[in-house]
């Protein structure tokens, strides 16, 4: 892409320079949200990782502290990888995280630290035990190069449990680990979960409440349903199931028996390594999930900068049981500016609408409420497409016509709609004609510039759009769209890097590229001020 300042995110998470992957250990821990992530204090390419630590009050103004976790004993001395904390009986946290531990390959261990002063509520120092670490390594069989990123650790019984992600031949599992006192840790016999999928990444475990229910549980407090999520190393994608657990032998079973191979996921855009985290201030769970880059890696280098963390987001079961819910934490909404709106403009075959007098287009946040006259025109979903939503919106594009869309928005455009990139909904009729809903992401018109990945991204949204309604929310930061279908049950984040859509260059429309007219109900967009971001 160009170098330009104007495509550096405004108010997603990001240090002033390097690259940035996973998020670790988030918590709420007296009166601070706090933020560890992957780091490398020397490049902004992937290598030297070491535990970089911000602190909030909001999950939106962030401030840097010190790296908290780095190389300093052997079993961490060549790279300190993904884990997470868990607040222990008496409050004060404990962080378990991966060490690499050989130059020559990549051996994988866990380790464990302690704040060094618990009283101090931004924990900037943590003491790493040496009568304690490693606290697990990889005994005969276990695959040592595929042996990482420690859960949150729930009590359950006696005992404390925690998952470790791995492999057995291409098995993908969540291994489970019992300790009476936190510090001693035996392997159970058997893993939590096991499927057919490769390596899991970054697993992550935790109860929900029943249907619809948006107050978040404590992780060992007891779930009406269990999440059980892994982050496949073969296809970088972050996959769900939602499931019963049983805590008397650590087993758990999706309730969709083809749950592990459905293949549910929390975005289905750019989007990895993400974990969860019970917030008692407020009473919810929050996900926070890493972005990765789509510009070329020398302009990545060329900027100084690579990767984001996504708008923390609130997660629920959704009423049906079946999936989650996430919106955007409500604190994102502090940083909004003066409202424009539009209400009951008609969008007919063909057409579009600017959305004027937004200050900022680049850096905005914008909700929009859409109700199609009627879904006869809607395609039929042909069998070909395999079910398959990436692939069916790679075929049909926002760029063509449809029957029941495309229609949705065009964000970070260009003034000629040389750029834009579509965020959009179509909808198709099954075998027995009832409607199937396609929410995508198509950045493949996002920028002039060459050597950029622009794939389009989409998945299916499980909404009744029997009534002709379907909303959408996109947080658009100049480098990033994350969208929110149908009031979070399909999420899609994008990165783009547009060449003339950038800063005040930056446009909003409303487009419909299908044959029934649409109906904007109500939409307000909002300019969004830029918050406190690590000093940069
Ligand atoms: C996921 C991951 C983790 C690992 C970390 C290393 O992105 O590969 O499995 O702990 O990143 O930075």
Not at 14 to 41: E, R
Not at 42 to 51: F, L, Q, R, S
Not at 158 to 166: D, F, N, T, Y
Not at 476 to 483: A, F, G, Q, T, Y
Request: aromatic residues 12%.
């Amino acid at each position: 892409s160009i170098v330009s300042p104007l495509l550096r995110t405004g108010y997603h998470f990001q240090p002033p320079m390097n690259w940035i992957n996973d998020p670790n250990a988030p918590m709420y821990y007296k009166g601070w949200y706090h933020l560890f992530y992957q780091y490398n204090p020397k490049g902004a390419v992937w290598g030297n990782i070491v535990w970089a630590h911000s602190v909030s009050r909001d999950l939106i103004n962030w401030i840097a502290l010190e790296p908290a976790i780095y190389p300093s004993i052997p079993s961490d001395q060549y790279g300190c990888w993904s884990g997470s904390a868990t607040l222990l009986h008496d409050g004060t946290p404990a962080i378990t995280y991966t060490g690499i531990s050989r130059s020559d390959i990549n051996y994988q261990v866990q380790n464990i630290a302690f704040p060094k002063n618990a009283s101090d509520p931004l924990l900037r120092e943590w003491v790493k035990p040496p009568e304690l670490n490693p606290i697990a390594v990889p005994e005969a069989g276990i695959n040592a190069t595929q042996f990482r990123d420690p859960t949150t650790a729930w009590f359950a019984g006696r005992h404390w449990r925690m998952l470790i992600g791995g492999v057995r031949g291409t098995r993908g599992l969540a291994f489970v680990y019992r300790s009476r006192d936190f510090k001693r840790w035996t392997r159970a016999k058997h893993p939590l979960h096991s499927a057919m999928t490769g390596m899991w990444e970054c697993p992550d475990f935790f109860p929900v409440s029943g249907a619809g229910a948006e107050n978040g549980l404590d992780t060992s407090e007891h779930g009406a349903k269990y999440v059980l999520k892994n982050s496949l190393d073969l296809t970088r994608y972050d996959y769900y199931t939602v499931g019963s657990y049983n805590g008397s032998n650590d087993r758990y079973v999706p309730d969709d028996p083809a749950g592990d191979y459905r293949r549910l996921r929390y975005d289905y855009g750019n989007f990895y390594a993400s974990k969860t985290f019970y917030d008692p201030a407020k009473r919810r769970r929050v996900l926070l999930g890493w972005a990765n880059e789509s510009d070329s890696v020398p302009d990545d280098k060329a900027k100084g900068w690579a990767g984001i963390q996504a708008i923390p987001r609130k997660i629920w079961l959704d009423p049906s049981g079946k999936q989650l819910l996430q919106w955007p934490v409500e604190e994102v909404e502090k940083l909004r500016g003066k409202p424009v709106s539009v209400g009951g403009k008609v969008v007919k075959p063909g057409e579009h609408f600017e959305v004027t007098g937004l200050a900022t287009a680049y850096q905005a946040d914008v909700e929009a409420s859409f109700e199609v006259s009627s879904l006869d025109k809607a395609e039929p979903f042909d069998p070909a497409y395999d079910n398959d939503a990436q692939k069916l919106c790679g075929i049909k594009g926002a760029d063509v016509r449809g029957g029941v869309g495309p229609f949705g928005l065009w964000v970070l455009a260009s003034g000629d709609l040389q750029e834009k990139t579509a965020v959009f909904f179509r909808v198709f009729k099954d075998g027995y004609g009832k409607p199937k809903v396609l929410m995508c992401t198509d950045p493949t018109k996002s920028s002039l510039s060459p050597d950029l990945y622009k794939p389009t991204f989409a998945g299916f949204v499980d909404t009744d759009i029997s009534s002709g309604k379907i909303s959408l929310r996109s947080l658009i930061d100049r480098s990033v769209v994350e969208s929110f279908g149908a009031g979070g049950k399909t999420c899609i984040l994008s990165r783009v890097y547009p060449s003339m859509a950038i800063g005040t260059g930056a446009h909003l429309y409303v487009f419909n590229n299908g044959e029934a007219d649409v109906k904007v109900s109500h939409l307000t967009a909002w300019d969004m001020k830029k918050p406190l971001m690590n000093g940069a």
